[in-house]
């Protein structure tokens, strides 16, 4: 395969065939995780119709007045609740890097159906499972984006038996990890530039994912997904219709002793002659467990036998870099960017 793209990977055998063909497609994944990071995955099953039903959903939403959208701001407390305004997030502060805020908006919401017991009632899990903040329009809002989420769920379920083969672990082996996952949807827009943006600003500025993996939808138009290629320069990612793109995070490069790449990946500022195009896009974050124990995987130990990392709970893992992309303004900074 080669490394100047991001390859495409069907998906389908895996899921109606046999040894061979689940070792097959085990194969694809891990050459690519390996490699860049990234693949686009066909043949997964969602429908074309709950995609293009949940994007037109999120563009209604987003299209809506700003006090309406402020309605259901994210808390403070709950950083992965709620509505994102312009400017209040910085997603290379993970890393780190002082930049302008990201040009986009978005709203974020977790997993629903709750069971009940010491899991979902642990300090750690308050920050995970925080009550939902839905808007009150559009009236399909909830009913369309709760449907797209339990999608989502059965997709990933698949995706990790997938990871599973390709580590060479029993297919099973992630189950009890990510059996109570804390998985987030966030719904993002990036509205049209009406005027150019200041120097170091993008849609969203250079970052890797926290969690395990991340399934995507975005719209393929200018001003996209962009992949670190390890030559340094930036890598265009155009899925095909009906594709969607998936990339493993921190979570998963540290699982995988580093054999996989959690890569850096940014959305870019379209052309002039694009400005006035705005741009949807829906990631699936899925994380583990809160309380599931990440340490090196067997099969990555490698010729040396030795993990690069010590064993940490997910959670401790997660919160403190998600913690640094928030970018908190007061209610007079809010107003600037109406």
Same mark, same amino acid.
């Given at each position: @395969?080669?490394?100047?793209?991001?390859?495409? =990977?069907? @998906?389908?055998?895996?899921?109606?065939?046999?040894?061979?063909?689940?070792?097959?497609?085990?194969?694809?994944?891990?050459?690519?995780?390996?490699? $860049?990071?990234?693949?686009?995955? /066909?043949?997964?099953?969602? %429908?074309?119709?709950? $995609?293009?039903?949940?994007?037109?959903?999120?563009? +209604?939403?987003?299209?809506?007045?700003?006090?309406?959208?402020?309605? /259901?701001?994210?808390?403070? +407390?709950? @950083?992965?609740?709620?509505?994102?305004?312009?400017?209040?997030?910085?997603?290379?502060?993970?890393?780190?890097?002082?930049?302008?805020?990201?040009?986009?908006?978005?709203?974020?919401?977790? &997993?629903?159906?709750?069971?009940?017991?010491?899991?979902?009632?642990?300090?750690?899990?308050?920050?995970?499972?925080?009550?939902?903040? #839905?808007?009150?329009?559009?009236?399909?809002?909830?009913? !369309?984006?709760?449907?797209?989420?339990?999608?989502?769920?059965?997709?990933?379920?698949?995706?990790?038996? =997938?990871?599973? !083969?390709?580590?060479?672990?029993?297919?099973?082996?992630?189950?009890?990890?990510?059996?109570?996952?804390?998985?987030? /949807?966030?719904?993002?827009?990036?509205?049209?530039?009406?005027?150019?943006? !200041?120097?170091?600003?993008?849609?969203?500025?250079?970052?890797?994912?926290?969690?395990?993996?991340? /399934?995507?939808?975005?719209?393929?138009? &200018?001003?996209?997904?962009?992949?670190?290629?390890?030559?340094?320069? #930036?890598?265009? !990612?155009?899925?095909?219709?009906?594709?969607? $793109?998936?990339?493993?995070?921190?979570? @998963?490069?540290? #699982?995988?002793?580093?054999?996989?790449?959690?890569?850096?990946?940014?959305?870019?500022?379209?052309? %002039?002659?694009?400005?006035? =195009?705005?741009? =949807?896009?829906?990631?699936?974050?899925?994380?583990?467990?809160?309380?599931?124990?990440?340490?090196? $995987? %067997?099969?990555?130990?490698?010729?040396?036998?030795?993990? *690069?990392?010590?064993?940490?709970?997910?959670?401790?893992?997660?919160?403190? *870099?998600?913690?640094?992309?928030?970018?908190?303004?007061?209610?007079?900074?809010? *107003?600037?960017?109406?």
């Amino acid at each position: @395969m080669s490394d100047d793209q991001v390859p495409v =990977i069907d @998906m389908q055998p895996f899921l109606t065939g046999d040894k061979k063909a689940k070792q097959a497609v085990g194969r694809q994944v891990d050459e690519a995780l390996q490699t $860049i990071g990234f693949f686009t995955l /066909i043949g997964h099953g969602v %429908p074309d119709e709950l $995609i293009t039903l949940t994007r037109e959903t999120a563009l +209604e939403f987003f299209g809506c007045s700003l006090d309406e959208k402020m309605k /259901i701001a994210n808390p403070p +407390e709950h @950083m992965s609740r709620g509505y994102n305004w312009v400017g209040n997030r910085s997603l290379a502060y993970t890393l780190g890097e002082e930049t302008p805020p990201d040009l986009q908006e978005g709203f974020a919401f977790g &997993p629903f159906d709750l069971g009940e017991g010491p899991y979902y009632a642990a300090p750690a899990a308050s920050s995970f499972f925080a009550p939902n903040i #839905w808007p009150e329009q559009p009236d399909a809002f909830r009913r !369309v984006f709760e449907e797209y989420y339990r999608e989502m769920v059965l997709l990933a379920e698949s995706v990790m038996a =997938i990871f599973a !083969v390709a580590l060479d672990v029993p297919e099973s082996y992630f189950a009890d990890k990510t059996d109570k996952h804390t998985s987030v /949807i966030r719904a993002v827009h990036y509205p049209a530039q009406s005027e150019p943006p !200041v120097a170091g600003q993008l849609r969203a500025g250079a970052h890797t994912d926290y969690g395990t993996f991340t /399934i995507l939808y975005g719209d393929d138009s &200018p001003g996209g997904l962009q992949v670190k290629h390890r030559d340094g320069d #930036w890598l265009d !990612v155009h899925p095909s219709p009906g594709a969607l $793109i998936c990339n493993v995070g921190d979570l @998963m490069s540290r #699982w995988t002793n580093d054999r996989w790449i959690s890569n850096l990946h940014r959305v870019a500022n379209p052309p %002039p002659e694009y400005a006035a =195009i705005d741009r =949807i896009a829906i990631p699936f974050f899925h994380n583990a467990n809160h309380d599931a124990v990440i340490e090196c $995987i %067997p099969s990555c130990l490698g010729p040396t036998g030795v993990a *690069k990392y010590s064993p940490v709970l997910f959670s401790e893992l997660y919160l403190g *870099k998600q913690n640094r992309a928030e970018r908190k303004l007061n209610n007079t900074d809010r *107003k600037s960017y109406d």
